[in-house]
Structures are given as C-alpha cells and as structure tokens.
C-alpha cells in the first residue's frame, strides 16, 4: 500500500472514531473520500449475537476489505465488537463448504456430488420417511442465525408441504424461557420497550447475564450512561460469577445457583413492605395468578412475605447482606427508569419461565415499564432468534405471526394464506427439540434436516444424544458453510452462502427487522437456502406425487435466488401472515428495509409507519397503532397481545424451587457454562478466524481461588470434570470470578475432552421445555500440571 | 496491515492515566480525549492477529471499560487472502475431508 493511502485511510479511522466521541479533528475531511476509493460500501446487520448492529460492508473487487459502523443506527449508533469485526473473514475462507458431498453410509468418505444429485437424494430420503411414517417420521432443526425467510420457507414446506409440526430451532436452548416468560407474564412474545430505553434508564437490573463480553455494544451504551451520570444512575449485577459486566456495577449480588427465585421474591416483599409499590398501576392493569387460580394482591403480599431479606441471604449463600437485598430493591423501585436485562442466567433453567415471571413480577409491581428508561427486556443470543424463529413460525407449537398451532382458527389462516386445503396442517404440535432428537435416538424420526446449527455439540448431555446422529437408519442433511461436529454424522452436507453472499432479514433482540443485501458471490458452488429449499420442494412434490407440495413453492417458481427469491418469500411473509397480528410486519416490505438503516420495530402496519422506524414502546396509545386500533377502553396502555384474554399484566406467585441437580458429597460443585468474548456458539465461524482462535485456543474451568486451594489446584493445572452424565478434561483459571462451591467452563470447544455438554444436564423447564444448561453438580479433580495442548477445529 | 478507528473509554477520573499508558504503545495513535473517559485512537498493526493481540491487551487495562470499534480498513490482507497468499490458516486447520 502506498504511504499516501495508509494516511488516508489513518486519517479516515481517525475521524470516524472522533465524530463517534463528538470530537472535532482538524483533519482534512477529504481523506475520507480518497481512504473510499474503489470501495463500495454495502449495509447490513452484523453476522453475530442478538444486539442486530448494523454495519457497512467495504467491497474491492469483488472481496471484502474493510468494516464500518452505520453511526445512525439506532442499534449500535456505529460502534462494533472485536468480535463483529472479524466476521468478514468467514468470507473466501479455505475451509469453505463448496460442493455438495454424499455418503451412503455415514461410515464412508465424503465424495463430492452435483445439485442435482444432492436434491435428488435429498428429496428421496425424505420421500420415503414420508412413506414410512407420515409427518412425524421427518423433522427440521434449524437456527437462530437463519434468515427469516429461510426459517419461514423451511417450515411452510414442513408443514403445509409434509404435514408435519416437526419444526424445531435452536432458539429452543435459548430463548423458549423468555417466549414463555413474555406470554405469561404480558400476554405477548418479545419486549415492551427496547434499547432507546438504555439512555434514559436510572437503574440497570443485569441479572444472569455477562453483556460485557456477551453484547459489548449494548455494554457500552449502558456503561456511557453510568459514566455519564455516576451519582444518578445505579447499576445492580446479579450473577453466581464476578465478570468484565460487574466492574461499572455499584453493587454485585452473588448467590448460589439457582437460588435467584428467592432473592428476587424477597426484592418483591421489600417493595411491598416498604410500599415502593404502584397502587394505581396495579389496580388499572394487574391480574394475580397462582397456578390456574386468579388471585389478588393479599395474596401475593402473603406469599413473598415468606421471603424476608434474612432469610433469603442464607439461602443465597451469605455472599451479601439483608440491607444489600432491602437496597437493591429501593433503587430499583424508586428509580425514575429500571430496565432489567438478561440473558441465559435466567433462560437455561429447569425453572426459566418462573424465574422470567418473576424478573417481570418487579417491573409490573412498580410500574417501571411502558415509559421511557423502563422495561423488562430480554436480551437475545442470535442475530434472528426473535425474527426468524418467534416470529416466523420456527419452533414446534407456533405457526407464522405468533399463532398457536393447536388453534384451528389460526391453522385455518395460515392454510387459506398458503392456498392449501383446509385441514393440511396437523393440529398437533410436533416434537420439541430435546424430544426430536430423542426420537432420533429411536429412529422415530427417520429423515432429519439440520440448518446452520451443530447440535452434536450444542445439546445437553449431548453423549446420549448423539448415539442416535451416528444411526445408519435415520438420514441427516446438513446446510451450513462450514464443516462442524454435526456433519461428521451428516449423510448428505450442502454448501450454503454466508452472510451478504446472500439477501434476507435478521430481526433482533428489540422487534427490529433489518434487511442485508448480497454484496459478493459465494465460493464454489455455495447456494442460498432459499434455492435449496425450493429446488428440493418440486422434487419432493414428484416423488410424492403430491400438488399441494408444488402449490408450496408455487409463488416463488422462477424468480432469481439472489434477491427476488427472498424478496417474494418476505413479502408472502410479512403480507399474509402478520397482518393484523402483534407482529405486524406489513410496513416493513424491502423497499422500506432499504430505505432504513436500522430497520424497522414491529408492529407497523403501513409502509408509512414503518418509515417512521416503527414501534418503540408497544401497547401504549399514540406510540403504538395496535394499541390505538385494539383499543377497549379510555386506559393509556392496551395490552392485546394474544395470550392473555383479560389484556392485562400478569403477576405471578411462583416460589423458590431447587434446580434438577444440586451438589452433594459425591458430585459437591454447581458447574456453570458460558461464552467468552472472542467466541462464539460451537466455534464453527469464530475458530476459523486466527486472531480469535488464539486468543481463546481451548475452553478451560475458572475456579474460585478458595475452592482451587481446598483441591490443590494452581493456574493452568489439568483439572477433570465429572457429573453424572459425562467427563471433561480441561486446563484450570483459577480467578476471583465463580461464587466460592461453583465451577465455570466455556461451551465452544469442539475437542472431546473439553465439550462441556458431554457434563451438563437435559432437564428441561416444564413449560418451555428449554433445557437447564446453567446448573448442574460435578466433581472436580486435579489431574495434572499444566500440559501443552493444540486447539481443535473438525474439518 | 490492518487499521482500525477506535473510541476507548475509562472512568473520567482515569483518563490522564489511561493516555499516558496508551503512549507508551507504538501501535496506537492518540488524536484527542474528552472530559467523559472517551479516548479517540488510531490503531496499525501488521496483522489482525496484532490488532487482535493489542485488543486484548488494552481490554486487560485496570481502567479501560469498553473498546469501541468504528472503522475497520483490512485492504491489504484481505488481497492477499484473495491472492491465496494468506498467513492466516488457524491451528488445527483441515481441509474438508472429501
């Protein structure tokens, strides 16, 4: 590069930062044009984690060079991680997937095959699981990071194409708690409010979540607020491990695990005792419930006086103190603003709705929602949980625009807007996902297709799980970009584009839908999902002879994968299937998504709402159409989503309840499992970019340095991990960060020895039936002195 | 050679500390500081992997809070990349078994 150039584009760096920090650099603006020369610049959202940053792409010739912030985004306001930085670099990789490979026999080699041959196979294997078993015998597990349109074609085929409910997604293992939490507790999937929330906030509420290192964007936006405004605005952390989130925190409760339901009922009977309460709120919006029972506020008052401050220390573990407990209360009750965020601390729990129910118990119970600075607001790991999944009809029991499939009204809806018989979909809801892959293990399930995700790796328990991938009679398909664990158990393994190789929709944590657009060709012979999908349907369709399969891909025939294709899939989507429901999405067509650089919050019924960016706090009159539009009375707040058919605010009596394991003299440590900021998921993306690799080659377990000493354990020492289910081996942390009596290891690894899963728990929530990832009892043993060890990558 | 404009941030009361301590690192470039802990930097390493390295090194300060990044420029790896010339094949790496 010549030394002009660099000073240009030092120059650019250097006034994008300060114009981020509203400073003024007397530097000559016109090195920015020169630093853009033969740059096109190509927005979009970021490939990773929920936060939904939008970024602008920088193309050369055809090949990425360079990453900027969109500074209007309402997102990231241009700020990105480390982590959101190097995506680019999945791009052109050496590791690319760029052919379709087969093998009869998942004991075989690969070879390498045509499309034509792929969906040929494709089609036939799933042609006579059909036959075999009908709709229950087939089943899709798909992705959080799929875009909306993948998810939602994906599922119109599975069940308008095949008749089968057997639509799962990873979200399953994320987000099913706060799905559930939502609907109990407001009546309506996704939060009130959203990250504009961050700036006029007085309290942040961070409980089971590490957003430093986890969401470092919106970490920044919350730090800024509190630098900003030392003396003004409290920030509480709340969390079994001291993290990078707790050094802004002015105070850090640490509780054993598990024991939260406690400590936030005892938050619950401060406000009551103390009256911090909003009577009027309560009385206008509030219904009690315990179990099927409606209830009233005596009641409840009764029921969280059992958790006095004292006594709900002990149970937590004597980490902190009554008064903590009394002013972590007071602060979050009379600040003029608390939001409240978290993320799988609370999800990944065999109690996970309860313990959502009982975050947004303290929102409703103090009126801290519906006004600006306040809400309860859950925080998403994927960049299209929420939109794709939730909102697209991604998981077992749910159809498109949050309707129930056990509904025959809202199945009645769906079959008119898809022009297939009245009665195609089936009524039952298929299997959730620790059920499907128990039937896998069965060979119930005999056809499986699994879409950008690795659950050899990501599920729980994940050794019995697997027994049942490695069965020579059950026929899987894998779509991704990169070889993981799960196509090493894969029949068939197609190549798919990555990010901005491809168009579609990510919608992120806040009902925000942001579109990307292609912006460079895929390696090889690296297909859009959106083809793939299609090309297999018409297949399907002849194989068995079935017309209503063809009237499946009937809208979208013919039209260019690129961009037509989706653009046709979104608009079926948005056009048909959220009109009218609390998703709605009509306002947001690709044209809008285009002319938006942060996209749209739903709901947005008409294109010139949907210009205005949308919905920032739901429900309420004048900021909401839908509450205007769904109103019943004179009241300021309208709650009409679907769930709760009084439209009001649910209030929830839920005690405190073990988790499914805790330690005892033969398995004496909770073990708790986690990301680290350089990676990400199964590490299939994240392991391929150098930097991030050996920033974080292997996973390892942070020991409290009281409990490391007890065993004799020192830094870097080889320690094994024992539970009931499974052994890791792994190198020791020993740091002031887990709570005294808890391990905590990192989940990315794919190297045998230190796949955290084969250790941790499957019991699910009853209701959400996510599984319990955050707790669960292991032994812990030094093994060894520090030994050398290489990072793994399948490949 | 990887450049990349970034916003560091510290506690206000910090910041004279922090500036002082960047100085020390020849791979940062300082271009202004304001009353709020927001530090405006330059970064140039020889790779990503530096920047990766400094990255993290900045992020283990006592002080810093948050490393905002803005602007990424990669064209020079990036190309090489594209030449099939890159460096940066991670530990472990297989082809794809075919």
């Known amino acids: 590069m010549a030394q002009t150039r660099r000073e240009f584009i030092k120059k650019a760096a250097a006034l994008s930062a300060a114009s981020y920090a509203g400073l003024d650099l007397s530097i000559d603006r016109g090195s920015v044009a020169n630093a853009n ?65 087969y093998r009869k026999k998942k004991t075989d080699t ?108 919106l970490f920044r936006r919350i730090m800024r607020r509190k630098l900003d405004n030392p003396d003004t605005v409290k920030v509480i952390n709340v969390d079994p491990r ?42 206008k919006y509030t219904t009690f419930k315990s179990g099927k029972e409606t209830v009233d506020f005596e009641a409840y008052k009764a029921q969280v006086a059992e958790y006095t401050p004292e006594k709900v220390v002990t149970i937590c573990g004597n980490s902190f103190s009554a008064d903590d407990v009394r002013e972590t209360a007071r602060w979050f009750a009379n600040s003029k603003g608390t939001v409240s965020l978290w993320t799988m601390g609370l999800n990944q729990r065999k109690q996970g709705v309860w313990a959502n129910n009982l975050v947004h118990n303290l929102h409703i119970l103090t009126g801290q929602l519906l006004k600006d600075g306040a809400d ?44 297939v018989p009245q009665g195609r979909i089936p009524p039952k809801p298929g299997l959730h996902t620790m059920a499907m892959f128990s039937a896998i293990n069965d060979a119930r399930i005999k056809a499986i297709w699994i879409n950008c995700t690795s659950p050899v790796q990501s599920l729980p328990n994940c050794n019995l799980y697997n027994k049942g991938m490695a069965r020579e009679d059950v026929f899987i398909i894998t779509t991704d970009i990169f070889h993981t664990l799960t196509t090493q158990t894969a029949n068939l393994v197609l190549p798919t584009c990555f990010h901005f190789e491809k168009t579609g929709v990510y919608g992120c944590t806040e009902r925000r839908s942001q579109l990307t657009k292609k912006a460079i060709e895929p390696p090889g012979d690296a297909k859009p999902e959106v083809w793939i999908i299609r090309e297999w349907a018409r297949k399907l369709s002849e194989k068995l002879n079935d017309p209503v399969i063809a009237q499946c891909i009937k809208p979208f025939e013919g039209l260019e994968e690129g961009y037509e294709l989706p653009k046709a899939i979104w608009n079926e989507y948005s056009q048909k299937l959220t009109a009218h429901r609390d998703n709605d999405l009509r306002g947001a067509t690709y044209e809008v ?112 340095p009281k409990d490391a000493q007890k065993l004799g354990i020192k830094p870097g020492d080889m320690v094994e991990l024992t539970s009931r289910r499974g052994v890791n081996i792994m190198p020791a942390k020993v740091y002031e960060g887990p709570v005294e009596g808890m391990v905590f290891a990192y989940w990315h690894d794919q190297h045998k020895d230190r796949m955290i899963n084969k250790v941790t728990k499957d019991a699910i929530d009853p209701g959400s039936k996510e599984p319990e990832f955050k707790i669960c009892a292991v032994r812990v043993k030094r093994v060894s002195g520090p030994q050398p060890l290489k990072p793994y990558l399948v490949g | ?66 490393i905002g990044m803005t602007y990424l420029n990669i064209e020079d790896e990036a190309e090489r990349m594209a030449r099939g010339e890159t460096t940066t094949k991670p530990f472990g790496f297989k082809a794809p078994s075919v």
């Open chain 1, 593 to 704: 998504l285009e002319q938006m650089k942060d996209g749209v919050q739903w709901p947005a019924p008409t294109e010139e709402y949907a210009l205005t960016g949308g919905t920032v706090k739901k429900f309420v009159k004048g900021r909401d159409p839908m509450a205007d539009t769904e109103s019943k009375d004179d009241l300021p707040y309208q709650f009409y989503g679907p769930a709760h058919p009084d439209r009001k605010l649910w209030i929830w009596l839920r005690d405190q309840a073990d988790p499914e394991e805790i330690p005892d003299s033969e398995y004496p440590f909770y073990l708790s499992t986690g990301r680290i900021i350089d990676h990400w998921h199964t590490m299939s993306m994240t392991g391929r970019v150098p930097e991030l690799l050996r920033a974080n080659p292997y996973a390892h377990v942070e020991i409290n």
């Open chain 1, 37 to 101: 020369e033969n740059i096109s610049w190509h927005r979009g959202s970021c490939r990773l984690c929920g936060v939904g940053c939008r970024v602008e792409l920088g193309v050369k010739n055809g090949n990425p060079v360079g990453l900027r912030g969109v500074p209007e985004a309402r997102t990231n306001f241009g700020y990105l991680c480390m982590k959101g930085m190097h995506f680019w670099k999945c791009m052109g990789h050496p590791d690319r997937l760029v052919k379709p490979l």
């Open chain 1, 376 to 419: 309860s607001l859950s925080l998403t790991g994927q960049p299209n949980a929420c939109g794709g999944v939730r909102e697209g009809g991604g998981l077992c029991h749910i159809l498109p625009g949050h309707r129930p499939v056990a509904n025959e009204k809202m199945r009645t809806q769906v079959e008119k807007a898809w022009g």
């Open chain 1, 242 to 283: 001291l993290s990078q989130t707790s050094r802004i925190a002015d105070k850090h409760l640490q509780f054993k695990p598990g024991t939260d339901l406690a400590l936030l009922n005892a938050m619950a009977n401060v406000i009551i005792e103390e009256k911090l309460y909003d009577e009027d709120f309560l009385n």
């Open chain 2, 1 to 66: 050679m990887p450049i990349s404009g970034v916003v560091i941030s510290c506690s206000p009361g910090h910041r004279y500390t922090v500036i002082k301590n960047l100085n020390a690192y020849k791979s940062v470039e300082i271009h202004g500081a304001d009353h709020r802990g927001n530090i405006v930097t330059v970064l140039e390493t020889d790779s990503s992997e530096e920047m990766e390295k400094l990255i993290e090194r900045l992020n283990n300060h006592d002080h810093i809070l948050n």
């Open chain 1, 110 to 217: 690969f070879k390498e095959i045509s499309w034509d041959e792929a969906l040929n196979i494709a089609a036939d294997e799933f042609a006579k699981a059909h036959k075999e078993g009908g709709g229950e015998a087939v089943a899709y597990y798909g992705s959080g990071q799929a875009l909306t349109e993948e998810t939602y074609f994906f599922q119109k085929i599975m069940r308008g194409g095949l008749q089968s409910n057997n639509v799962e997604g990873n979200p399953r293992l994320c987000m099913a708690s706060a799905v559930g939490g939502y609907l109990t507790s407001f009546g309506a999937d996704e939060p009130i409010g959203g990250y504009s929330d961050i700036e006029k906030a007085h309290c942040f509420f961070i409980i089971g979540s590490n957003t430093a290192e986890a969401h470092p964007v």
